[in-house]
């Protein structure tokens, strides 16, 4: 079979019909949404974003029979590419078959790095119907980072007014059950680029976030430290919908809050210890607890205080196992609010180490616990040795490669690892040669990657 052909030069006559051989939208969610890349001379480089618009989207989108355009992004939305960056500053009418229509300067002359690689969002992507919503950022479509659509635009929901009742309209506009949380402060990262709505006000029955009250398109006072998020019953995802840790770093650590006729309220520190936290980390599934804090340690809540006087054994399932007094009666105010500090969510068995937002567990980005947060691993001096450790530790198969650029996504926190350097004979990561922890000059678009084969018998893995 002969190889594709390459596009015709920037600003020339294209073919009569689409040639999506040498185009490719990749490092996406499916094929029809991605970092554009082009091929040239047998060889695939990246476009740069300068005046990257719907136009050029438009085209793209048409030439890959993708549908029409949903979004363009600047900024390397979908990671950085490596080599070669063949376009810049491209301009489209939209009307074009092909990119390689379009005006542009001449291959491969450029002033870009990859940190402004442009890409495109089609409607060929698989969007949950029925509309322009989406959950991103989570473990999977029915928990996340709330984002809508509007002009051809993905953008951000600010939290201000957040609550269970905006949440509850997602989720069922998803198709994803109920509502159990309504986060605040980008529990599943920041956005990357606008932010669509603010002061989001639904009543909890409409059938679509848009039909809920809220500020103009765009008129917001808010970043993106501040975007809402949503966690559906059908996320998959274990939490107790009766308490809850907030004001923390994670959703392990934090101010206990109790759910009781439907309004939450906070946890009198009379009486509590490791017993009473125990059970908190238990009932969310997180880990074991590591203290139990009085005199409101993440700060003091709002409204009820609920509990008083709990007395556990550690043994109970729920905290309303436990004995205390009855429900909104004490004598304290919310500068005694208890606070819990649990192991961690969703240690996995394998230890202190994941793969994420890759397309099984096997391939991702590489996070590392420490101190109770999951950080990355920046791609400086990063090799397949280091690959080869990573994939061993996670119970996966030998290394097909070793992927730096953040490749699957930016990491939302922080960035634990730099110039780690295994000899790839190690049995974990932390084995290996690295700066002290937190020690970096990186950003999260180095985020370190690693794509293992699926299991320990295959030798390498077949890729589309």
């Known amino acids: ?198 002061d989001v006000n639904c ?22 430290g501040e975007d809402a998020s949503a966690i559906c019953s059908e996320s998959g995802i274990t939490i107790s919908t009766s308490v809850r840790l907030v004001d923390g770093p994670n959703r392990c650590t934090g ?19 490791l017993r009473e936290a125990k059970v908190v980390c238990k009932q969310l599934g997180c880990g074991t607890a590591l203290s139990a804090l009085p005199e409101s340690k993440y700060g003091e809540g709002k409204g009820q205080i609920w509990l008083s006087d709990v007395n556990c054994t550690g043994t109970e399932g729920s905290l309303t196992e436990c004995e205390y007094k009855p429900w909104g009666e004490n004598i304290c105010n919310h500068v005694e609010d208890a606070s819990v500090v649990c192991s961690e969510v969703d240690v996995p068995e394998t230890g202190p180490i994941r793969l994420v937002d890759g397309p099984n567990k096997c391939a991702g980005r590489v996070e590392v616990l420490h101190e109770n947060r999951w950080g990355s691993v920046c791609d400086d001096h990063w090799d397949m040795e280091d690959a080869k450790v990573v994939c061993k530790q996670v119970g996966c198969g030998s290394p097909l490669s070793a992927l730096g650029g953040a490749r699957y996504g930016r990491g939302p926190d922080v960035i634990w690892l730099d110039d780690v350097n295994c000899t790839g004979t190690e049995e974990s990561i932390f084995d290996c040669q690295a700066r002290p922890w937190g020690e970096h000059d990186c950003y999260h678009g180095e985020d370190a990657d690693v794509v293992c084969a699926v299991n320990k018998n295959l030798e390498e893995l077949e890729t589309s």
């Open 203 to 224: 009543t909890g029955v409409e059938a679509d976030l848009s039909e809920c009250q809220a500020r103009p398109w765009g008129d917001h006072n808010c970043y993106h």
């Open 255 to 273: 101010r206990v809050e109790v759910l009781h006729n439907d309004v939450w309220g906070t946890v009198c520190d009379d009486g509590w210890d």
């Open 1 to 198: 079979m002969s190889p594709p052909s390459p596009p015709s030069p920037p600003g020339s006559a294209g073919a009569a019909s689409p040639d999506p051989e040498g185009l490719r939208l990749v490092d996406g969610p499916g094929r029809c949404a991605g970092r554009v890349e082009v091929l040239h001379n047998g060889t695939w480089g990246t476009v740069c974003d300068d005046n990257w618009s719907v136009r050029e989207g438009r085209v793209v989108c048409r030439q890959l029979g993708c549908g029409t355009v949903l979004s363009v992004s600047q900024g390397a939305r979908h990671g950085e590419g490596t080599g070669q960056i063949w376009l810049d500053e491209v301009n489209c009418t939209g009307t074009e078959a092909a990119l390689s229509e379009c005006q542009a300067r001449p291959w491969g002359q450029h002033n870009c790095h990859h940190v402004e690689d442009a890409s495109v969002e089609c409607s060929g992507t698989d969007i949950p119907e029925p509309g322009p919503v989406r959950l991103v950022g989570g473990p999977d479509r029915c928990a996340g980072r709330v984002e809508v659509l509007h002009e051809e635009q993905w953008g951000s929901v600010c939290h201000d007014d957040w609550d269970i009742k905006d949440a509850q309209v997602v989720c069922k506009q998803l198709g994803c059950g109920d509502a159990v949380l309504a986060p605040i402060g980008a529990k599943f990262g920041r956005g990357f680029d606008t932010i669509w709505l603010d």
